[in-house]
Every structure is written in structure tokens, then in C-alpha cells.
């Protein structure tokens, strides 16, 4: 007789998720730190993470990230390209700010610069590529939540969450987990139900593949009519009289009657019978006394 089914409780259906997404796979080296975390070592010399601690830390994260009021005191930081979409979507959802790419030294602690901070809370996708925030947030005393993979250093990280933080999948899972982790425990989510945003939205997508889906997209607009084809035809004609392009101007021959007609004489007899014109005349300057002024 076969059973029925049984159904998944949620840290199962997470764990579940996260294997496929390569999420236990770590490194060939393992930071004496992180030996808590493995489970054991594979026959390549992989070493396993515990998924069950890599769950409870997520919970753990995500229970200081919804201590903090003002979710725009959380900045979320990725300097690898994997994590880069996955940090983003994970402040558009989260209300969080996100700083992806290249950290501008001096952002934590240099107050003359623009783009100086004070957060409250820092979340890291990689402590070796992140080092630079992780020494300026330990300088400024900011608490630090990091992914760690077996060979990540530990140092100046306050929570470190064990999991593979070099894959795209990987990255783009453990946000996406802790996305709907906070906002369950806020209240946006209910109990008992899934988040309506999937995790394919979280993943690193390549150039390539993002140019392919905007050439289809482009491919799969209507066509347009060639209004070339028409230029020249009848339909411009029947649309536009040709009376409305009629020139304006008058005949070459016309001749205004009421005025010139000086120009007449001229043109039929030549300059030299043209009447001279009348001198108007001029009265003779008075005649001053030599004498004086009398």
C-alpha cells in the first residue's frame, strides 16, 4: 500500500531548495573558524556545509534585520558581479540600500565625502572581496552579517552565514531566502503562504543573455507600415490638393497700373528722352552788413 506524500515544513522545503542551488558545495581549504559549520569532506576534497546551521543563521539574520527600524539604515553590498542583481533586488524588496560594485574607500568613515554613510547594520556577500567596508565598518563599529565559504576569513565578521557565496545560483538563493525571511517575520507575508516573487529574478544573468531576450522582445513587436513605398503615390495626391501648392506669385509681364510710369517712357524711347526733372527754386542767402551787427 503506498503512502501518501507528506508534506514539506518549510526549513525542509528551504533545504531542499538550497541544495539545488549548489548552496552546500564549499572550497578544497577550510578556515579553522569555519570547521563548525562542515559536515564532512568529500573524496575530490570539497568539503559539505551543514545546511541546518546555514538555515538557523539565516533566521538569525534575519530576526537583527528586522530589529532595525529604519530599513534604510541596512546597506547590503556585493563587489562580485554574481551578487550584484541579488543585492539589488534584495534592497528593492526589503526597503534596504544597496551598494553594487566597487566599494568608494573612505564611505563609512571619511565625513567630507558625498557618498559618506553611517548605517546601522552591513550585509556582505563576500568577506575576502569585501574587506575594505568589513575594516571601515569595524572601525566605525557597525555590526557585519557576511556569507562565508569554508575558506572565508572571519575576521571583524559579527554573524557569518556558511554557504557557497561563488556561485550565481547560490548567492541569488540565500538572498532570496532571507528576502522572505524578513518580511515574513514583518508581517508582509502570512503564515502559511509563499512569496509571489520568484528566485530566478535574484540570479546573476550574463550580458549575452540579456542582450538574446531584448533582441526577441524587439522581434516580437509589430511591424510597421514602409511608409517609403507610399512616398510619390496617389494616396499623397488624393490627400493633399494640388491646389494648396500653387504658387502665389505673380506673372513675370504684370504690370502694377497706379504707379512707375516713369519707367514706361524709359522703356520705350531710352534714358535720353526721359524729361529732366525741375529744380524747385532757391532763394538768394541775405546780404550782411559789413559794418556791424545793425
Known amino acids: 500500500m503506498a503512502t501518501a506524500q507528506r508534506n514539506l515544513t518549510t526549513r525542509e522545503a528551504d533545504i531542499r531548495m538550497m541544495m539545488a542551488a549548489e548552496v552546500h558545495l564549499g572550497t578544497k581549504n577550510c578556515d579553522f573558524q ?30 537583527i534585520i528586522v530589529a532595525i527600524e529604519n530599513p534604510q539604515d541596512i546597506i547590503v553590498q556585493s563587489a562580485r558581479p554574481y551578487g550584484q542583481r541579488a543585492v539589488l533586488k534584495f534592497a528593492q524588496y526589503t526597503g534596504a540600500h544597496a551598494i553594487a560594485g566597487r566599494h568608494t574607500p573612505g564611505t563609512f568613515t571619511n565625513q567630507l565625502q558625498t557618498s559618506f554613510s553611517e548605517p546601522r547594520l552591513l550585509i556582505l556577500t563576500d568577506p575576502r572581496t569585501d574587506h575594505q567596508p568589513i575594516k571601515e565598518a569595524a572601525l566605525s563599529n557597525i555590526p557585519t552579517i557576511a556569507f562565508c565559504d569554508t575558506d572565508s576569513p572571519m575576521r571583524y565578521v559579527d554573524i557569518g552565514i556558511p554557504a557557497n557565496n561563488k556561485g550565481k545560483h547560490s548567492i541569488g538563493c540565500l538572498f532570496w531566502l532571507l528576502g522572505r525571511m524578513v518580511l515574513q517575520m514583518r508581517g508582509l507575508i502570512p503564515p502559511g503562504h509563499k512569496w509571489d ?8 544573468r550574463e550580458p549575452e543573455e540579456a542582450k538574446e531576450q531584448q533582441e526577441e522582445e524587439v522581434q516580437a513587436l509589430p511591424d510597421h507600415t514602409d511608409y517609403s513605398a507610399v512616398a510619390g503615390g496617389a494616396e499623397w495626391s488624393s490627400q493633399i490638393p494640388d491646389a494648396q501648392w500653387a504658387p502665389e506669385i505673380p506673372a513675370a509681364g504684370a504690370v502694377v497700373a497706379s504707379g512707375w510710369t516713369a519707367e514706361e517712357a524709359v522703356g520705350r524711347e531710352g534714358w535720353d528722352a526721359a524729361a529732366a526733372p525741375t529744380m524747385a527754386a532757391v532763394a538768394p542767402p541775405p546780404v550782411v552788413n559789413p559794418g556791424g551787427w545793425e
Open 34 to 63: 569555519m570547521e563548525r559549520y562542515v559536515f564532512k569532506r568529500r573524496n575530490d576534497g570539497i568539503y559539505i556545509i551543514n545546511l541546518g546551521k546555514t538555515w538557523e543563521k539565516l533566521q538569525l539574520a534575519a530576526r
Open 197 to 204: 516573487i520568484m528566485v530566478d529574478l535574484f540570479f546573476y
